[in-house]
């Protein structure tokens, strides 16, 4: 009980008081749904406006087009192992052969029936790991069927699609259950379900379930209705907000047939204008401080911008601009082989799939932004994401824009994150990137890690010196606890504490500031000084300070620790799976298939290497994954101010 009001207690602390105005009055609210005893919608009005023929999609003529034939067909087995009720969803396999909406088969906890917006899914005791349930509610996997249904036109696809959508109705009676517990997965279900209706329209189930008797529009309506009434404000208006207002855009254009659907269409659409440019940064990066959301949040303004385009009602030069910033930022983080930087958390979440699970989350991606918006990123290899871009806008043809690989070093000041780099876009380029931003987005900053001055490493595009993931959010508290802690990033952890304090799953008491002194970029190569206060806290404050020198092939990190005091000083850097270790005197040989690397390391540490241990060895790829990889660690208790130097010596 006591850790409770405490969590409550921090919580009030992070919100303003018109925030905490608002939140009364839903509460209020919520108070009166709760005893309402009959949820009827109004009927759909279908005398105004024909809804197929005012939609200007059509399916896209694949045989004009150079579609990757192995996408298709990987499309098609996924959509497959759907009919036979096989599953993998966040990286997590299961069978259900009668799907059900409300279980989490990791845990096998199944919340109860009750009021959904007052359900406390957080608690693993109650909901197992809520993400998982909600993934399934997402729909996503109904997108395939449907599309597989129309690439190939056999019912069984269809049929599938309508009778999952008939039990979904029928157990997810509203507003009750874990599935009416989240503005966002509402957001996000209406986004599956419209693109179910473009591709199920000339199927024998589209009348019974969009018809002007179709079984989903009462459904549809009390998703608009809550997502307008319970949307994301204040301290929590990140990703969730965008994904929400996009949901709801989007599906109010598509079916404008209730009487609120004109005052909805501008609220998300104004709501969207503005938060495009509030949730990032000039440089096109989130402000969030986790990669993965960069990814998430475009997916939904992308797709918003694309069907007010389609109606001919764009949004404004500006919205577009911002969306065109955060493509094509996107190569500049990215290294030789072309992978994306996994700091912050990272939960594989989409805003629409009709593309197989398993492929380029950015081909599609890249394809709309050079048709949309000139995007000035690469052409993705072997046609890769053609079919999903040709099936959101079929209209719209690939620009001829001169791309320009990212050439040496990149500071984007604004985020706080430096790339150093030698031989850069070279099979042996070698890529570091360092964080000295700040901890995240508003008053709560839910997604940051405890990372300030962390970096990774990768050589000739094989990351070497990761940061570890995410892993999980609910279920498992002590590991989400150990993946965004100061201990699972590559810096310097004093007193076995923080840099920043936590309060919560997704909510920080007290954040560390981290500051830039100096950035020298050099031929091959940049140094990089910055410092972080997140340790000031303590009795006998300290300031971390470090310098990070890449000079062609060998990097540089020298630590300053100032203040006064003795303290517990733990130096940690981790690496990939693919890595194999081994510490011999004041020295570190990694060596993976494709190269080996030493690190001289300061003698003034005792140094060891661990690998699957309760806090140290891990590594996470996805939401839901987690393996053992080695963590090297510099243990000393001293007297401060102290200084130490690494260098990493690539051969």
């Given at each position: 009980m006591?850790?409770?009001?405490?969590?409550?207690?921090?919580?009030?602390?992070?919100?303003?008081?018109e925030?905490?105005a608002?939140r009364?009055?839903?509460?209020?609210?919520?108070?009166?749904?709760?005893?309402?005893?009959?949820?009827?919608?109004?009927?759909?009005?279908?005398?105004?406006?024909?809804?197929?023929?005012?939609?200007?999609?059509?399916?896209?003529?694949?045989?004009?087009?150079?579609?990757?034939?192995?996408?298709?067909?990987?499309?098609?087995?996924?959509?497959?192992?759907?009919?036979?009720?096989?599953y993998?969803?966040?990286?997590?396999?299961?069978?259900?052969?009668?799907?059900?909406w409300?279980?989490?088969?990791?845990?096998?906890?199944?919340?109860?029936?009750?009021?959904?917006?007052?359900?406390?899914?957080?608690?693993?005791?109650l909901?197992?790991?809520?993400?998982?349930?909600?993934?399934?509610?997402?729909?996503?996997?109904?997108?395939?069927?449907?599309?597989?249904?129309?690439?190939?036109?056999?019912?069984?696809?269809?049929?599938?699609?309508?009778k999952?959508?008939?039990?979904?109705?029928?157990?997810n009676?509203?507003?009750?259950?874990?599935?009416?517990?989240?503005?966002?997965?509402l957001?996000?279900?209406?986004?599956?379900?419209?693109?179910?209706?473009?591709?199920?329209?000339?199927?024998?189930?589209?009348?019974?379930?969009?018809?002007?008797?179709?079984?989903?529009?009462?459904?549809?309506?009390?998703?608009?209705?809550?997502?307008v009434q319970?949307?994301?404000?204040?301290?929590?208006?990140?990703?969730?907000?965008?994904?929400?207002?996009?949901?709801?855009?989007?599906?109010?254009?598509?079916?404008p047939?209730?009487?609120?659907?004109?005052?909805?269409?501008?609220l998300?659409?104004?709501?969207?204008?503005?938060?495009?440019?509030?949730?990032?940064?000039?440089?096109?990066l989130?402000?969030?401080?986790?990669?993965?959301?960069?990814i998430f949040?475009?997916?939904?303004?992308?797709?918003?911008?694309?069907?007010?385009?389609?109606?001919?009602?764009?949004?404004?030069?500006?919205?577009?601009?911002?969306?065109?910033?955060?493509?094509?930022?996107?190569?500049?983080?990215?290294?030789?082989?072309?992978?994306?930087?996994?700091?912050?958390?990272g939960?594989?979440?989409m805003?629409?799939?009709?593309?197989?699970?398993n492929?380029?989350?950015l081909?599609?991606l890249?394809?709309?932004?050079?048709?949309w918006?000139g995007a000035?990123?690469p052409?993705?290899?072997?046609?890769?994401?053609?079919?999903?871009?040709?099936?959101?806008?079929?209209?719209?043809?690939?620009e001829?824009?001169?791309?320009?690989?990212?050439?040496?070093?990149?500071?984007?000041?604004?985020?706080?994150?430096f790339?150093?780099?030698?031989?850069?876009?070279?099979?042996?380029?070698?890529?570091?990137?360092?964080?000295?931003?700040?901890?995240?987005?508003?008053?709560?900053?839910?997604?940051?890690?405890?990372?300030?001055?962390?970096?990774?490493?990768?050589?000739?595009?094989?990351?070497i010196i990761?940061?570890p993931?995410?892993?999980?959010?609910?279920?498992?508290?002590?590991?989400?606890?150990?993946?965004?802690?100061t201990?699972?990033?590559n810096t310097?952890?004093?007193?076995?504490v923080?840099?920043?304090?936590?309060?919560?799953?997704?909510?920080?008491?007290?954040?560390a500031?981290a500051?830039?002194?100096?950035?020298e970029?050099?031929?091959?190569?940049?140094?990089?000084?910055?410092?972080?206060?997140?340790y000031m806290?303590?009795?006998?404050?300290?300031?971390?300070?470090?310098?990070?020198?890449?000079?062609?092939?060998s990097?540089?990190?020298?630590?300053?620790?100032q203040?006064?005091?003795?303290?517990?000083?733990?130096?940690?850097?981790?690496?990939?799976?693919?890595?194999?270790?081994?510490?011999?005197?004041?020295?570190?040989?990694?060596?993976?298939?494709?190269?080996?690397?030493?690190?001289?390391?300061?003698?003034?540490?005792?140094?060891?290497?661990?690998?699957g241990?309760q806090?140290?060895?891990?590594?996470?790829?996805?939401?839901?994954?987690?393996q053992m990889?080695?963590?090297?660690?510099?243990?000393?208790?001293?007297?401060?101010p102290?200084?130490?130097?690494?260098?990493v010596?690539?051969?």
């Amino acid at each position: 009980m006591k850790e409770k009001l405490g969590w409550y207690f921090d919580r009030l602390r992070a919100m303003s008081p018109e925030e905490i105005a608002t939140r009364t009055s839903l509460a209020i609210k919520k108070k009166i749904w709760q005893r309402r005893s009959r949820w009827i919608s109004p009927q759909p009005n279908f005398h105004e406006v024909n809804l197929i023929e005012r939609d200007s999609w059509d399916f896209p003529n694949l045989e004009l087009e150079k579609i990757n034939e192995a996408e298709k067909e990987n499309l098609l087995r996924e959509a497959d192992r759907y009919l036979e009720g096989k599953y993998t969803l966040l990286n997590f396999d299961f069978v259900e052969p009668e799907i059900d909406w409300h279980l989490d088969p990791q845990t096998g906890k199944r919340p109860p029936l009750e009021f959904g917006p007052n359900l406390n899914y957080r608690d693993p005791s109650l909901a197992g790991n809520a993400k998982n349930i909600w993934e399934k509610n997402r729909h996503h996997h109904l997108t395939i069927l449907a599309l597989a249904y129309r690439l190939t036109k056999q019912e069984d696809y269809a049929l599938a699609v309508e009778k999952q959508l008939q039990s979904w109705i029928k157990t997810n009676p509203v507003p009750l259950g874990i599935n009416w517990s989240s503005s966002l997965e509402l957001g996000v279900r209406l986004i599956s379900w419209s693109w179910c209706d473009r591709l199920l329209r000339d199927s024998s189930v589209h009348t019974r379930l969009f018809g002007s008797q179709g079984l989903l529009w009462s459904s549809i309506y009390w998703h608009q209705w809550f997502i307008v009434q319970h949307y994301s404000q204040g301290s929590s208006a990140n990703n969730h907000l965008i994904g929400e207002m996009a949901g709801l855009f989007i599906t109010t254009y598509l079916w404008p047939v209730f009487p609120e659907s004109t005052s909805w269409q501008s609220l998300s659409r104004k709501s969207l204008e503005q938060e495009v440019s509030r949730q990032t940064f000039e440089s096109g990066l989130n402000r969030e401080q986790a990669f993965s959301y960069q990814i998430f949040s475009l997916e939904f303004f992308l797709l918003a911008g694309l069907e007010a385009e389609r109606l001919s009602d764009s949004f404004s030069p500006t919205y577009k601009d911002w969306v065109k910033r955060m493509l094509e930022i996107i190569p500049f983080i990215m290294d030789i082989g072309g992978n994306l930087p996994q700091y912050g958390d990272g939960d594989d979440g989409m805003a629409l799939q009709l593309r197989p699970i398993n492929s380029s989350r950015l081909d599609w991606l890249f394809h709309l932004g050079r048709q949309w918006l000139g995007a000035k990123v690469p052409l993705p290899s072997i046609n890769c994401g053609l079919l999903t871009s040709r099936l959101i806008c079929s209209s719209l043809q690939d620009e001829v824009v001169t791309v320009e690989s990212p050439q040496g070093s990149v500071s984007l000041d604004d985020a706080g994150l430096f790339v150093l780099a030698s031989q850069r876009g070279q099979e042996d380029e070698v890529f570091c990137l360092a964080d000295a931003g700040c901890l995240g987005f508003l008053s709560i900053a839910a997604h940051g890690h405890a990372d300030a001055l962390s970096f990774t490493l990768s050589v000739g595009g094989v990351p070497i010196i990761v940061d570890p993931g995410t892993y999980i959010y609910h279920a498992e508290p002590q590991w989400r606890d150990y993946f965004r802690s100061t201990k699972a990033h590559n810096t310097i952890m004093v007193d076995g504490v923080d840099q920043s304090e936590p309060a919560g799953i997704f909510l920080w008491k007290q954040k560390a500031q981290a500051k830039v002194l100096s950035w020298e970029e050099k031929p091959e190569g940049a140094i990089l000084l910055a410092e972080h206060d997140g340790y000031m806290r303590l009795k006998e404050g300290v300031v971390h300070r470090r310098s990070l020198a890449l000079e062609n092939k060998s990097l540089e990190i020298k630590d300053d620790i100032q203040g006064n005091g003795s303290h517990d000083l733990e130096w940690r850097i981790h690496f990939s799976p693919q890595c194999e270790l081994s510490l011999k005197d004041n020295s570190c040989i990694v060596t993976w298939s494709e190269g080996r690397l030493e690190i001289n390391l300061d003698s003034q540490l005792e140094w060891s290497l661990s690998r699957g241990e309760q806090e140290a060895g891990w590594y996470s790829s996805g939401f839901n994954r987690k393996q053992m990889s080695y963590t090297l660690s510099g243990l000393i208790s001293a007297n401060v101010p102290i200084s130490f130097s690494n260098v990493v010596k690539i051969g």
